[in-house]
Each structure stands twice: as structure tokens, then as C-alpha cells.
């Protein structure tokens, strides 16, 4: 058999993987890579898309978009140096979030490494925090192998980042490819075996509980567990609360679905959750988001806490009963145990606190009356529009929401509305700011068939702004919709509250962004009167290709209900004054 | 820190013998900025995994988090803490004394008799001893040697190593259901 290049055996490897998309940046030491991959994007040999980014950290992020709404493995090819260290950003985000992506860099010859080569850098040792596993490839032999144990580790069990670090004479030697494939390592248990004892106890807690309340999170996304916790929670008639990034596990207009938890979630689910007697939280981590002061959240409620990773038990918060496995798994054999149950009582006793909190905040935010635009009245317009176009343009599924980080993200995550499963990509754990326009990129390839909404802030946009170039280049149909209210609104709202409203370094002054639009040769239109949004929001959705919709937001705005830091979760107040 | 309000935890990891693991080891202990007392890492009985040991005072609640995020890493086996009680423990220490000052205070050679130790080597101006024990033993030693000025000259211990006085073998059983061969 003709010999290969080690940078060809990367080309047949992520072949075998199954990757159609790669998202990079070529550099010095990548540049042998480079060069096979070439001949791998055009002609008979063609396996991949190859999209050329701006910075190195969208490519880390586009793969993260594309990895959370599709469910595949993203994956990321830059060079060493300041090539990788630009992606350790939304490295360390998808680690925070569980996000399945392969970042792999060039690196110097294994003759120079220690040596302060140029653009050499320890990548592994300063990836080996913030991964699941980080792995040097010094020789063309090992490249299959570590490939496959790479997209292993990356896409099971909990999944999560894998860096790979090419180096140079690996990439340019020639070997006899052996394709390998790695679906067992000894040490590695990604999908534990559920305990029956475990499940029989957490069943008995829920048929004998008064008033039960599931904590849904992102776990039931990446466990494809979306029908079974339906499922699940009809069965015992369970109301539920999602995360952040648990939003599309469960549709919004489910009759079970009781809002968002945490900071800035829903107040009734916040204030019923101190009042359950047991919690079932399913593929959640109990996030400092969630619940608030620890030292006081839910101390009348017995826990069962079903989740992929041991490591996550009692972590933040005492369980009593810690159901370990995948919840593709766990949920069924959960809801076998149950008994068919009825809580119309318990479940109605959350309609007073839901019906103020639509009185004095959600009907404020999402239908003004008068004064400028709000985040949420977009937010509510764009969902709304969308899904009834995507049921008229027979989309196969309704619009994605792709957020930056701050108030746009807050606003966007309470008013969207979600349909179908992996609707939702933004940067819970680690709030990357700039995470929003690449990932929403990166989504675009993961799901073609549907509508990718990306909100983001004046401040979110500008740290990324660059990759409006791709946008171009590529002719994403990406639909951008920036809530400009010429601040960082979210550290202001902070600022105000917390630190006498001395907005230190926080008021920001802005370009004209149709200017800049138009420099990309992207569609683009500014509205700030009420009258004019709907429409600007249906020719958004309705035009061909990328489009960049400004909106004049209030500028001293809050994101509420809000729990304060420190506070209790049933502390959560209803209305932040400015 | 004030040590004494805390237990002394001895872990024991099993890994696969490969560069790399000692520094995600480590960095779960830095991440807490939990200190590391002692460490010690050699092959194990059983064919490809080593095994570290490490000491660190601590309370149980952090304890099993550390275990679980160690155990969490890809190419570690498994990870367990143990109170001493659980375990058979041994230290080695090496004593270079100042051989005039050791010959003038009869109660040092008494002391290293009393610990157990052999002098190993000695002339005009050092000897050695070594003190073979169990951590107790050997910082009693050591600060009953103390108390003579400038007797003392070097001291170092081994850190711990252990094995449990568990009738079961866990590790191995769990290789076992792996389907791997010991």
C-alpha cells in the first residue's frame, strides 16, 4: 500500500469520523496539514467544507454551534502558538458546557520542542485544565489512533473538548495507514450502569411526594433524551423548571413547563422551588445560577439528582438520592418505578405567582406600549415571527436562538420560544462574551434547514466583529439581530444596583454598524420606532442570506426578575428599579 | 494554616502509566489550592497502572469531590481516600546529624534506638540514620533531635506509601469487569 503523510492520515481519520465541516485558521505549523486538506475540499477527493474564519477563537466557537444543535463532534484546525491560545477561550467554554469539539493545532517538530521555537507553546500543558483530554501527536503512526480516542472521549459520556497537537514531523512523515478505531479505553466509564437500588429509592420518593418539581438541564439535549423526560414527567404529572442551556429539552408550550430557573429565570419556578418537597434535577449541575445562595436553596426538599458524571454528586448540592447513568436510560427506567399521579393543586399553585410576574414584567417587557424598543418585545417578535414563518415556509423545525452574553442573552433566553429540541446555543458556564456570531455560524452548518437567530449586544458583536468576513465570504445566512443600547448593559445593571451606579467603563460609543454592514455587502436595516419592528423582523426572515438587524434599545434598562448575589432563590425580586 | 484542626487524608490513584497524569493529578489539588503534603508514584502490582499516593489534611466533604473530579480524568483508573485507620503505612526518613554533637548528647543515639532507626554511615563530621516508620514516629524523632541546636544538619522524608487493609481488591476487580487481563 502507497504511503501517506501523517497530515494525510488526519484527512482519512476525520473521514472516518464522519466530519463534513472543519472550522480554521492555517499558520507555519499547520501549513503540511493544509496542504492535504486542499485537495480534500475540491475535487474527486473531496470529504469536507473547510471554512476560513477571521480569528481563531470563532473557529472554536463555530464548532461549538455547530456541535450543540447538531449533536456532532465540532471540529477546529489552527496552527501553534497564538493559533491554539486564541481557541483556549471556547476550549474552556465547551468544557464548562459540555460541548463535543476537536481542536487540533500544529506544533513544532518534536526537535525543537522546549526550545522556544518560534510560535511553539505548551499546549498541552495548558490545555490538560480544560479538556477532556489533550494529547501531543509526535509521530505520523499515531495519528488514526488518536484521532478515534479523540472523537471518543469527545462525543461520549458527558462530552466535552479534546485538543490534539500536531506537531510538525508527525504531519510530514510517511506511514502505512491503518485505520483504528477507539470505542474502548479501560480506565473510562462514560455511560455508568445505572443502580437499581438508586432508582427504586428515587421512585419511591416521587410517588410519595406532595409537591415534586424537576430541575431539567442540559443533559436530556445531549443524552437525546427530549421524548423520554416527556414522558417522565406525564407519567407523575411533574412541573419542571429548565436551565439556561436546558430550554429546548422541554418545548415551551408544554403544559409541564413552568419557565427558566435561576438568577434570571421565572419567578414562580424560583419561589415554588423553595416550597417542593422533592426535587428530581435531570442533567443539571446546580449551577450558582440556580440556586443562589447554596447555603439556603431548597433545604425542605429531598434531592434525586440523575446525572451522566459521579463527579457532579453532591458537588454543589447534598443529595438523597444520586441516580448515575445516562438519562437516555435512566428516565425510562425511573418512569417504569413511578406511579401515574396527579399535582393539579400544586401545579395551580404556581398560576398567582406566574400570573404577577406576566403583570409586571413580562407584559412591560414584551408589550410596550410607548417609549423606545425593549430587548424583550424583540425577542418575543423575532420567536414569533419565525416559528409561524418556518410552519409557512415548510422549515423542517423552528428557529434556533444563538446568543452573545449579558442583557441580550437574558432577554432573548426569557422570550424566545422553543419548539423542538436543540433550539438554543450560548455560553452558560463560562459567559464567553463574543461566543454568539461565530457559534451561530457554526450552528448554520450543524442545522441547514433551519432559521439561526443570533441576539447580541453592542459589546458582544465588536469583540468578534471580524467574522462578518466569513459571513461574507461564505454567504451564511446567519440572521444577526444586534440590541444595541450603547452600553454593557448587563455590568451597568450590575453597576447600578451594587456599586452606586458609577457605570465605570460601561457606556461604550458605537460605529455605525450599517456602514459596516454594508462594507461586508450584508443586508442591513436599523429600526427604532415600535411601528417599524415587525416588519423589519419579517423581511429579516423572509430575505435570502446573512442579515444584520440593529435595533435602538432603551439604554437604562434592567433584566428582570433578578435573585441578587448572596440572596436566597425565593429573594428573587420581581422589579429592578434603574 | 492551621493544620491540626484538619484529618490527614492519604489517596491512593491508580493510573495508566502514561506522561501527562501526574500534572491533571496535581492540578485538582491546586484548583482548591489544597496543599500537597507528600507524594509518591511507582508502578503497581498490576501490569501498565501505577499508583500514586498522596497526603493532604483536609475534611471528608472535599475529599470525595477530589476523589471524584481525579477519577473523572480519562486515563485514571480509579481514586479513593482513606483516614490511616484504613490503611498499612510506612515512611522512610534520612537524619544527617552532626556526629560530635550526637556523641555529647546521649539522649539523641536513645532516641533513634527508641524509633527504630540504624546509623548507616558515620564519621568525624556526619552520620547518617535511618528511620523507617510510620509518620508519627518519625516527626516525634525528628523533634526530639530538634531540640539539640544545630544537630540536625539535613532531613528528608519518603512520603507515605500504603496498601489497604481492604480483603478486597478493587482495583483489580474493576480491571477484571473491564474485561481486561491482570
Redesign the interface.
Known amino acids: 500500500m502507497e504511503k501517506i503523510t501523517g497530515a494525510e492520515a488526519l484527512m482519512l481519520s476525520l473521514k472516518a469520523q464522519g466530519v463534513k465541516t472543519i472550522f480554521g485558521y492555517p499558520g507555519g505549523a499547520i501549513m503540511p496539514t493544509y496542504d492535504a486538506l486542499f485537495d480534500y475540499t475540491r475535487g474527486e477527493k473531496k470529504a469536507f467544507e473547510h471554512i476560513l474564519v477571521r480569528h481563531e477563537q470563532a473557529a472554536a466557537h463555530a464548532a461549538e454551534g455547530y456541535a450543540r444543535v447538531s449533536g456532532k463532534v465540532g471540529v477546529t484546525l489552527v496552527t501553534s502558538g497564538p493559533g491554539v491560545t486564541n481557541t483556549l477561550t471556547g476550549v474552556a467554554d465547551a468544557m464548562m458546557d459540555s460541548t463535543p469539539i476537536v481542536v487540533i493545532a500544529g506544533q513544532v517538530a518534536t526537535g525543537v520542542l522546549g526550545s522556544d521555537a518560534f510560535q511553539e507553546v505548551d499546549l498541552?500543558?495548558l490545555a490538560?485544565?480544560i479538556t477532556?483530554?489533550?494529547y501531543q501527536i509526535r509521530s505520523a503512526k499515531d495519528v488514526a489512533w488518536a484521532v478515534s480516542r479523540a472523537f471518543y472521549?469527545a462525543r461520549s459520556g458527558r462530552p466535552g473538548p479534546v485538543v490534539l497537537d500536531f506537531t510538525k514531523n508527525a504531519q510530514t512523515e510517511k506511514i502505512t495507514y491503518e485505520p483504528t478505531k477507539v470505542d474502548f479505553?479501560?480506565?473510562?466509564v462514560p455511560y455508568p450502569e445505572p443502580k437499581q437500588e438508586k432508582l427504586k429509592a428515587a421512585a419511591e420518593l416521587i410517588n410519595n411526594a406532595k409537591k415534586p418539581m424537576a430541575l431539567v438541564g442540559q443533559g436530556v439535549e445531549l443524552g437525546n433524551a427530549q421524548e423520554e423526560l416527556k414522558a417522565f414527567l406525564e407519567k407523575a404529572d411533574i412541573p419542571a423548571g429548565r436551565t439556561m442551556l436546558g430550554l429546548s429539552a422541554l418545548p415551551s408550550n408544554h403544559k409541564l413547563n413552568m419557565g427558566m430557573l435561576g438568577m434570571h429565570g421565572s419567578y414562580s419556578v424560583n419561589l415554588k422551588e423553595q416550597e417542593a418537597d422533592v426535587l428530581i434535577a435531570i442533567g443539571m449541575r446546580f449551577s450558582d445560577r440556580v440556586t443562589g445562595d447554596v447555603s439556603r436553596y431548597a433545604k425542605q426538599a429531598k434531592i434525586i439528582h440523575l446525572d451522566i458524571?459521579?463527579?457532579e454528586?453532591?458537588?454543589c448540592v447534598k443529595t438523597t438520592v444520586a441516580v448515575v447513568g445516562d438519562c437516555k436510560v435512566t428516565l425510562p427506567a425511573l418512569t417504569a418505578l413511578i406511579n401515574k399521579n396527579d399535582h393539579s393543586e400544586w401545579k395551580e399553585s404556581f398560576q398567582p405567582l406566574r400570573k404577577k410576574e406576566i403583570e409586571n414584567v413580562i407584559t412591560p417587557a414584551t408589550k410596550p406600549t410607548s417609549g423606545p424598543l425593549l430587548m424583550g418585545e424583540v425577542a418575543h417578535d423575532v420567536a414569533k415571527i419565525g416559528y409561524e414563518l418556518a410552519e409557512n415556509q415548510g422549515k423542517i423545525g423552528s428557529p434556533i436562538l444563538v446568543t452573545d452574553v449579558g442583557q441580550n442573552q437574558l432577554m432573548s433566553c426569557r422570550y424566545f420560544k422553543f419548539h423542538d429540541k436543540r433550539s438554543i446555543a450560548t455560553s452558560g458556564g463560562m459567559g464567553t462574551m463574543g461566543y454568539g456570531l461565530p457559534a451561530a455560524m457554526g450552528a448554520t452548518y450543524g442545522a441547514p434547514e433551519r432559521t439561526v437567530c443570533c441576539f447580541m449586544g453592542d459589546g458582544g458583536l465588536q469583540m468578534v466583529i471580524q467574522e462578518l468576513g466569513t459571513i461574507m465570504e461564505y454567504d451564511i445566512p446567519v440572521k444577526m439581530i444586534l440590541l444595541n443600547n450603547n452600553y454593557l448593559g448587563n455590568v451597568r445593571q450590575w453597576q447600578d444596583m451594587f456599586f452606586h451606579k458609577k457605570q465605570s467603563f460601561t457606556p461604550m460609543t458605537n460605529p455605525d454598524f450599517g456602514q459596516i454592514a454594508a462594507a461586508y455587502g450584508i443586508q442591513y436595516h436599523r429600526v427604532s420606532k415600535r411601528e417599524d419592528l415587525k416588519e423589519a423582523i419579517t423581511e429579516m426572515l423572509t430575505s435570502k442570506g446573512a442579515y444584520l438587524l440593529e435595533t435602538i434599545i432603551k439604554p437604562d434598562m434592567n433584566v428582570e426578575p433578578m435573585i441578587a448575589p448572596g440572596k436566597a432563590i425565593n429573594e428573587m425580586q420581581l422589579n429592578v428599579e434603574c | 494554616m492551621e493544620q491540626t484542626e484538619k484529618t490527614l487524608y492519604t489517596l491512593q490513584v491508580y493510573?495508566?502509566n502514561i506522561a501527562?497524569i501526574l500534572?491533571?493529578i496535581t492540578?485538582v489539588f491546586t484548583?482548591r489550592q489544597i496543599n500537597i503534603e507528600s507524594l509518591n508514584v511507582s508502578p503497581s502490582s498490576i501490569k501498565g497502572i501505577h499508583k500514586y499516593t498522596i497526603t493532604a489534611y483536609g475534611d471528608e466533604?472535599t475529599m470525595?469531590?477530589v476523589v471524584?473530579?481525579i477519577?473523572?480524568k480519562?486515563?485514571?483508573?480509579k481514586a479513593h481516600f482513606y483516614t490511616s485507620e484504613d490503611l498499612f503505612l510506612v515512611e522512610v526518613a534520612l537524619f544527617k546529624l552532626s556526629t560530635p554533637l550526637l556523641l555529647s548528647h546521649p539522649e539523641a543515639s536513645k532516641a533513634i534506638r527508641h524509633a527504630r532507626g540504624r546509623i548507616t554511615e558515620v564519621n568525624e563530621t556526619f552520620c547518617i540514620a535511618v528511620c523507617e516508620g510510620t509518620t508519627d514516629y518519625i516527626l516525634a524523632l525528628f523533634h526530639e533531635l530538634r531540640q539539640i541546636p544545630d544537630c540536625v544538619l539535613q532531613f528528608t522524608r519518603s512520603g507515605r506509601i500504603a496498601v489497604t487493609r481492604s480483603c478486597q481488591e478493587e482495583v483489580s476487580k474493576f480491571?477484571h469487569e473491564?474485561g481486561?487481563e491482570i
Not at chain 1, 479505553?185 to 473510562?188: A, L, Q, T, V
Open positions: 498541552v500543558g490538560q485544565p477532556k483530554w489533550a472521549i479505553i479501560r480506565s473510562y458524571d459521579p463527579s454528586i453532591d458537588k | 493510573t495508566e501527562g500534572n491533571q492540578s484548583r466533604e470525595k469531590k471524584r473530579q477519577e473523572r480519562i486515563d485514571v483508573v480491571l473491564r481486561e
